[in-house]
């Protein structure tokens, strides 16, 4: 009975909206990211642009780790 239960809190907790609001956010970071190297002629926009990139990466494999736990 105790891993039933467990599994109802897991599948509340991995339906939490705040999970699929940092997703988005993540996604949004990184095509701001993939749309500065088309944009700018500043010559450090491509390390700044692949910071960005990596950042929304970081933040939506984050969030999506925590779904799955």
Known sequence: MENTSNNNNSSAESNNPSHYTTITLGIVIGLVGIFLRFTGTWPMIDMVSNVLWVIGIVIC?????????
């Open 61 to 69: 494999l984050r969030a999506v780790l925590k779904i799955l736990k």
